[in-house]
Structures are given as structure tokens and as C-alpha cells.
């Protein structure tokens, strides 16, 4: 397997430098974040400082880089593993010496179908915040209103709305009535297992582990998210394969609701999780105090139920919370 390191550079006004691969190579045309694979005896970082100057004509410190994820990626036969590290911090003025153009983008208006496929949970996991609050099952869907303005207000940025035992159509409709909030917090909600209602609402879709084997083809547009909830390494293969932009993995802890379910642990979901092609949050038994532990543990953050509903969460995309 090939070993790549890519460089997330973020400037202070938080946008990403994107690179467009040039005529005569693989995948020409589509864009990526810079860098190269690891030439005998070098180490990631070292690499990707190679790298940078080589690409870039940039000079970065290594000891500076901040892992963001690793993604195991197969062209084909042409596997890979590539490295995504965020680099605030360089000398000279990056220009494109070994690439058809370079842009510096606001990650949030890139449009993840410029990008080539390996590097599309890059931006993903950019995108994405470290809290993945879901909505208690037992709220009235006025009461799930309150509950997600509430968690808006107080900093969250990414929300399933998952009410069970609610006919469809009035979850539905209780998700319409939060379009406006979500638009001026510029925030996104996930409806739970209704693909028809998220295409109809211009929201996204929270997957089960069923849908996930009944599906052929990515349900939603790539400008639309599109998660599931997955146990196993093969559920995040299958999440993987589908063209979901995240998953959950759970149950990291015992949980007071699936309290026979045996829990993985950290060690378990991090070797899971590196072994994943996309950004993977921690559910089951863990709050929004544990978020650092899952970023240890190769996580994008966590997910969860209880704890998360009189929390404050921070703001921003993932380069300002990594």
C-alpha cells in the first residue's frame, strides 16, 4: 500500500488551500490538498515538508503539523493510505510549481465533487464539528423544537432529529419548522432513516445499519450529508462504499439503554476507525466531555443522547477545534 501525506493548509481566515492536478496524471482536472507519498525511510511529517517545498515552495515545521485524519483509499488496484495533517503556520508564498492551479477556499464552499474521491473525508472531516447531538426518542416533536433551538443557541452545529415513535409525517414537519433556525446559525440537521423527507427538505440522512445493506448507491447529492450508524468494521466498509460523508460506531461504553450490548472500548474503536474511509464519531456511554478522548483515539469527535442537551458546545469547523 502506497503512504501519502497531505497538507491541510489553513490561513488566518480560515480557508484551505486546494491544488487541481495538472494534464497527463491520474485523475487530471480534479482538485486535492498537496503533498506526496513517503519515500523509503521518511516519516510522515518529514514527507510532507519535503512535500510542501517541492509543490508549494513553502518551508513548514514540522513539530507545527496537527493530525486530522487517516484515510485507507483503493483506486482500484492502486491502494493507498493517506495522511491528512493541518499546517497553520509557513514561510514564503505558496504557488503552484507542480500543479495546473491552487486556491485558497472557505472549506464550506467547496464543492466536495471538485475534489478527488480520497480526499473528499478530508474536507468532510474539515467540515464537521466534534459534537453530534441526536435528539431524545421520547420528545414530542414541539419539545424536539425547543430541544435543537436550545443546543443551536448554546453552539451546536450538527444535529440528527430522531423521534421514533412520531408518524413520519409529523417529524417531518416538525424538521421543516427548524429550516429557518438552521439556516441562520448556518448549522445542519440529519433526519433519521428518511431519505424522501431530507431530499424533499434539502437536509441530510442518518442511515441505520439495515438501510446500509439495502442500498446501492448514495441516497442524497454530494451538498447534502449523508450518515450512518455503523458497529462493526464491516457496517463502515459498507458506509464507506455507499459514499456516506460520516458515520457513528458504537457502543464505545456500556449504556444504560443497551445495557447487554458489549461495549468496544477505545483501543477497539481506534483500531476500527483508522481502518475506516471516512470520519467516524464515538456513541454509546460517552458526552461532550469526552470528545478529546475520541480525537486520541482516531475520532472525529462524539455523538450521543444524554449529556448533550444543557451542554455548550464550541463553534467553527474542525481545523479551529483539532
Given at each position: 500500500m502506497m503512504h501519502v501525506a497531505a497538507g491541510v493548509l489553513v490561513d488566518g481566515a480560515g480557508r484551505i488551500l486546494i491544488a487541481q492536478r495538472p494534464p497527463g496524471k491520474h485523475l487530471a482536472g480534479l482538485w486535492e490538498f498537496p503533498g506526496g507519498k513517503l519515500e523509503p525511510g521518511e516519516d510522515t511529517a518529514a514527507a510532507l515538508e519535503r512535500e510542501l517545498?517541492?509543490?508549494?515552495?513553502?518551508?513548514?515545521?514540522?513539530?507545527?503539523?496537527?493530525?486530522?485524519?487517516?484515510?485507507?483509499?483503493?483506486?482500484?488496484?492502486?491502494?493507498?493510505?493517506?495522511?491528512?495533517?493541518?499546517?497553520?503556520?509557513?514561510?514564503?508564498?505558496?504557488?503552484?510549481?507542480?500543479?495546473?492551479?491552487?486556491?485558497?477556499?472557505?472549506?464550506?464552499?467547496?464543492?466536495?465533487?471538485?475534489?478527488?474521491?480520497?480526499?473528499?473525508?478530508?474536507?468532510?472531516?474539515?467540515?464537521?464539528?466534534?459534537?453530534?447531538?441526536?435528539?431524545?426518542?421520547?420528545?414530542s416533536v414541539d419539545t424536539a423544537i425547543t430541544h435543537v433551538r436550545v443546543a443551536l443557541a448554546r453552539g451546536e452545529r450538527l444535529i440528527q432529529w430522531r423521534l421514533p415513535s412520531m408518524p413520519l409525517t409529523q417529524a417531518r414537519a416538525g424538521a421543516a419548522l427548524l429550516l429557518p433556525d438552521l439556516h441562520?446559525?448556518?448549522?445542519?440537521?440529519?433526519?433519521?432513516?428518511?431519505?424522501?423527507?431530507?431530499?424533499?427538505?434539502?437536509?441530510?440522512?442518518?442511515?441505520?445499519?439495515?438501510?446500509?445493506?439495502?442500498?446501492?448507491?448514495?441516497?442524497?447529492?454530494?451538498?447534502?450529508?449523508?450518515?450512518?450508524?455503523?458497529?462493526?468494521?464491516?457496517?463502515?466498509?459498507?458506509?464507506?462504499?455507499?459514499?456516506?460523508?460520516?458515520?457513528?460506531?458504537?457502543?464505545?461504553m456500556t449504556t444504560a439503554s443497551h445495557p447487554d450490548a458489549e461495549p468496544l472500548g477505545w483501543p477497539r474503536f481506534a483500531k476500527l476507525v483508522e481502518a475506516a474511509s471516512l470520519p467516524v464519531f464515538a456513541l454509546g456511554g460517552v458526552g461532550p466531555g469526552d470528545a478529546a478522548v475520541a480525537r486520541m483515539h482516531a475520532g472525529q469527535g462524539v455523538a450521543g443522547i444524554r449529556g448533550f442537551g444543557a451542554m455548550a458546545s464550541r463553534t467553527g469547523f474542525a481545523p479551529s477545534l483539532r
Open positions: 517545498d517541492e509543490e508549494l515552495g513553502i518551508a513548514v515545521d514540522p513539530l507545527s503539523f496537527e493530525p486530522l485524519i487517516r484515510i485507507p483509499w483503493s483506486y482500484g488496484e492502486r491502494a493507498m493510505c493517506l495522511d491528512a495533517l493541518v499546517v497553520r503556520a509557513w514561510s514564503g508564498e505558496p504557488a503552484a510549481l507542480d500543479a495546473a492551479a491552487i486556491a485558497w477556499r472557505d472549506p464550506r464552499d467547496i464543492d466536495p465533487a471538485m475534489l478527488a474521491p480520497a480526499d473528499r473525508p478530508i474536507l468532510a472531516a474539515l467540515r464537521l464539528p466534534e459534537h453530534y447531538p441526536i435528539t431524545p426518542a421520547d420528545l441562520r446559525f448556518g448549522a445542519s440537521m440529519l433526519l433519521n432513516r428518511d431519505i424522501e423527507g431530507a431530499r424533499d427538505l434539502g437536509l441530510g440522512v442518518h442511515l441505520s445499519a439495515a438501510q446500509l445493506r439495502e442500498l446501492d448507491t448514495r441516497p442524497l447529492p454530494l451538498s447534502q450529508w449523508v450518515a450512518a450508524s455503523c458497529h462493526d468494521a464491516e457496517e463502515l466498509a459498507l458506509a464507506s462504499r455507499l459514499g456516506c460523508d460520516f458515520a457513528t460506531l458504537s457502543p464505545v
